[in-house]
């Protein structure tokens, strides 16, 4: 496998360093991604030609920091295909997102009784907002369960999405089990039995074409960082007439139409609801990442890491005593990876490999009832990304064979 | 660099006691008791602790998953603090949370942490340091916990 991605590589400063004695192996892209030279650029020009707030003044600096702002909106538009820029809000991030909806829509739409349907593979962010409603409301949280194969039992779905459901909340991919989730027909599902359907995009977006429109999601949530734009600045894609009905979230600033001393009007969309400041420069680095993966294109970024799992899955699977969650057939495996090393902890695991220069993630990834339903309470986690390589693949499988090494035998027993 | 500096850190002692934890078993009716959980990756120790009428610490066990780290240092710590008073325990922990964060101390302390002042080494891994004093932070909470279950505010909560 020779990439032509493999020089985008370049583009990252700091992946150019190492890390005790080794090349840096960045394998956590699933906590956040490196940023290329390209969004870094854009940053520091917004901050140095055209930072201004928006839509509040009518200088020329405020007219510019107002256009790159908008532009930025526009652009994540077009990566997603909403139909419209004012059904695109900036938010702090997919978090900020899915509590949104939970408070805004969520608060208005459901009383004691209804149920909200949800996987059990959430991270704690499209898990925790909807349990925390249900418990205020009287409302029942259930759950979807897994097949053996870590896939979203849809037999399952299909009894639990009822006419009493009328939320129904599942991540398009997992960061814990490298799984895709079917969440058009998901939606489908939803819509015929009148609930709406909320996609948490986190681990998606960044790593394959999305789009909403097709997918028919009523809310899409998602974070710029995992996609290579800045912290503190995230996406939430809804559906016009269901953002129109909505109450707003947060009060304040920008977000108002007129107000009086007893009483106000809102806002039009999106405004409504990006109450005060917002994360100006974010919006702008989230437009320049866009652009940076649209250069790329996300069919390539796709096949990329695809191509990487083909590789890796199996060798990794090979190796004795090294068990991987999720699914086993690589083609259903995203370039999420969680594993484990028999009899050892993945903390002791982190910091071996970190000792080669490989940074993986070790925990519960902020899915602890998915790992109590495993049965697990940590696992290791490897991440890939468009810049990573097979270099990078096989650089994890040595450390892993050199870690297995170093518990089992040899160096433990030199000292 | 390789794996070699993780020999500093996983010496002979630590990983015998995590293959081999001593005092790994509840004590139902121990007088002092906590539950205590790694918050970044979620390990979980239950510590007990007997105190016999003068104070001193009686019997003492612990419970629970974790790292090498986390599972050794919870063996070396019932170890040092066996027999001890509430007071020794008390400033064997203060010793501890300050060795591994690399501020100095004389001897004789270090000494009395046995085994458990080999963790010592840990400070140079700055993201297993919390691993290694979760146990003998159970051991200062525990051992500060009033009957009705508040904990004294005396710096029980450090390092949280
Ligand atoms: C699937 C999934 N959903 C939601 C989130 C939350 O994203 P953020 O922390 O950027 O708000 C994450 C990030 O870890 C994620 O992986």
Redesign the pocket.
């Known amino acids: 496998m020779d990439s032509t991605l493999n020089k985008v590589m370049n583009d990252f400063p700091i992946l150019n360093q190492k890390v005790n004695d080794e090349r840096l192996v960045y394998l956590d892209n699933?906590?956040t991604a490196q940023r290329p030279n390209q969004v870094i650029k854009a940053l520091t020009h917004f901050y140095q030609t055209d930072n201004a707030n928006v839509h509040r003044g009518v200088h020329t600096l405020a007219e510019r920091a107002t256009a790159d702002y908008e532009a930025a909106r526009r652009k994540v538009q077009k990566f997603i295909n909403a139909p419209e820029p004012e059904e695109v809000i900036f938010t702090k991030?997919?978090?900020?997102g899915?509590n949104l909806v939970a408070s805004t829509y969520g608060e208005a739409n459901i009383s004691a009784g209804d149920e909200i349907v949800i996987s059990i593979m959430e991270?704690h962010?499209?898990l925790i907002p909807w349990q925390q409603l249900a418990n205020r409301k009287g409302a029942t949280l259930k759950y979807i369960h897994l097949t053996a194969d870590g896939e979203l039992d849809l037999d399952e779905a299909a009894q639990l999405i009822t006419d009493k459901t009328k939320i129904v909340a599942v991540?398009h991919?997992?960061?814990v089990m490298g799984t895709v989730n079917p969440i058009k027909q998901l939606a489908k599902l939803a819509h015929q039995h009148g609930a709406i359907f909320v996609g948490?995009g986190?681990?998606a977006v960044p790593h394959m074409a999305v789009d909403v429109q097709d997918l028919d999601v009523d809310f899409y949530a998602f974070?710029g960082?995992?996609m290579m734009g800045p912290t503190g600045i995230?996406i939430l894609y809804g559906k016009r007439q269901l953002l129109e009905a909505m109450p707003p979230y947060q009060y304040g600033g920008e977000m108002i139409g007129f107000v009086h001393e007893q009483d106000s009007t809102w806002a039009e969309l999106p405004y409504k609801f990006e109450a005060g400041t917002q994360n100006i420069a974010g919006a702008v680095g989230l437009g320049a990442a866009v652009d940076y993966l649209t250069g790329i294109g996300m069919d390539a970024v796709h096949e990329h890491e695809q191509q990487l799992v083909n590789y890796l899955l199996p060798k990794m699977e090979a190796i004795d005593g090294v068990q991987v969650y999720g699914p086993q057939d690589p083609a259903k495996h995203t370039g999420v990876i969680a594993f484990n090393l028999e009899n050892l902890h993945p903390h002791d695991v982190a910091t071996a490999l970190d000792m080669e220069g490989v940074a993986v993630r070790a925990g519960h990834h902020?899915a602890q009832p998915l790992m109590t339903y495993l049965g697990l309470t940590a696992t290791a986690r490897a991440s890939f990304y468009l810049y990573n390589t097979q270099a990078d693949a096989d650089r994890l499988l040595v450390a892993i064979q050199e870690t297995k090494e170093f518990f089992n035998h040899g160096s433990r027993k030199t000292k | 660099m390789g794996l070699e500096r993780l020999n500093s850190l996983y010496r002979e002692v630590i990983l015998d006691h995590s293959d081999h934890p001593h005092h790994k078993h509840a004590l139902p009716d121990a007088t002092h008791k906590i539950t205590l959980k790694n918050p970044t990756c979620g390990d979980v120790i239950n510590l007990d602790i007997d105190l016999d009428d003068h104070d001193k610490i009686k019997d003492i066990g612990f419970t629970g998953d974790g790292c090498t780290i986390s599972q050794s240092s919870a063996s070396m710590m019932t170890d040092a603090v066996m027999g001890k008073s509430k007071e020794q325990a008390l400033h064997m922990a203060k010793t501890f949370s300050d060795m591994v964060m690399g501020k100095k101390h004389p001897q004789a302390d270090l000494d009395e942490l046995q085994d458990a002042a080999i963790l010592s080494n840990v400070m140079t891994f700055p993201a297993r340091i919390k691993c290694a004093t979760l146990s003998w932070w159970a051991l200062q909470r525990a051992l500060l916990k009033q009957p009705d279950g508040s904990v004294d505010s005396d710096d029980s909560d450090k390092g949280e």
């Open positions: 699933a906590a991030g997919c978090t900020d899915l991270h962010s499209n991540a991919a997992s960061n948490d986190a681990q974070s960082h995992k995230g902020c």
